[in-house]
């Protein structure tokens, strides 16, 4: 499937939000792939980090003690201020906050690509965890960063690449996590007021897509199935697509064909939203 824009009249807006580890440097194919396509694209980076990569790895003091809803309530308000509900796709925590955000009924329509898990979502898988075991490890962690090796960022991040092509990809995109999101997360079954609860049968939630690879070994595919259980609930559009052989990176290679779905799938949908009373 290929998404175009014939004329300005047919051009949408598309939020972009990074996940961890990352920048909006991250989406930098998918921004000149939507562009072309005639869209207007925002890639918006979490707070403070609106910094080269190079820069945050020499220093992460942004990084420290920067939470979830500080990141959602970012993105809300740059959301607010647009003419028209965007469509948001979000990776990683980036997908747990475009949940975030659409169930606060903003939006258009939202993709969720190897998202984090909401509130309520109880699967747990053993690479879940070790992927967020630099964070959760030491309760100490929580108002710091959360670094990744060379070698634990291809364990967990680009497995199914070469370790030199992970290595390649480190150098460009790569920055340290920030612990406090994987603790507000990691514990949010355990937490009545976790900042990650959303209402699953929100009415009036946009439609949404979850997407994944059968390789993602940080949301892999079992997660996305438990969340889009949850989802489900709401009357509004929810669907699920997984590609086999594809990690967690969201640039992997053939990442055309995933970008080119999420937002045929979003522009198809918010259209039929549109014309739903």
Not at 42 to 47: E, R
Not at 142 to 163: D, G, I, M, V, Y
Not at 167 to 180: C, E, N
Request: with cysteine; proline share 9%; charged share 20%.
């Amino acid at each position: 499937m290929r998404s175009t824009a014939s004329d300005p009249a047919g051009a949408q807006t598309i939020v972009l939000i990074h996940g961890m580890w990352m920048t909006p440097l991250s989406w930098e194919h998918w921004v000149s792939h939507y562009t072309d396509r005639g869209h207007h694209v925002l890639a918006p980076a979490w707070p403070g980090l609106d910094a080269e990569p190079e820069q945050l790895r020499r220093d992460p003091s942004p990084l420290r003690n920067l939470g979830i809803t500080q990141v959602v309530d970012h993105y809300d308000k740059i959301i607010r201020g647009l003419e028209q509900p965007p469509i948001i796709i979000g990776h990683s925590f980036g997908g747990l906050f475009t949940q975030l955000l659409l169930d606060r009924g903003l939006g258009a329509a939202g993709v969720a690509m190897g998202t984090g898990a909401p509130k309520g979502v109880l699967r747990l898988p053993y690479s879940t965890l070790r992927a967020a075991w630099p964070a959760l490890g030491n309760p100490a962690n929580l108002k710091k960063e959360a670094p990744l090796t060379l070698k634990q960022f291809h364990w967990c991040f680009t497995n199914a690449l070469s370790r030199e092509e992970s290595d390649a990809v480190y150098q460009r995109y790569y920055i340290p996590g920030s612990a406090r999101p994987f603790f507000q997360a990691g514990f949010a079954n355990f937490n009545p007021k976790a900042v990650t609860k959303v209402d699953y049968r929100n009415p009036a939630r946009p439609p949404l897509l979850l997407l994944t690879g059968t390789e993602d070994r940080i949301s892999p595919p079992s997660v996305n199935r438990a969340n889009l259980k949850k989802q489900r609930q709401a009357s509004s559009a929810t669907e699920y697509k997984e590609y086999p052989g594809r990690s967690h990176f969201p640039g992997q290679g053939g990442w055309e064909e995933v970008a080119d779905y999420a937002l045929d799938w979003t522009l198809s949908h918010a259209a039929g939203a549109a014309a739903t009373p």
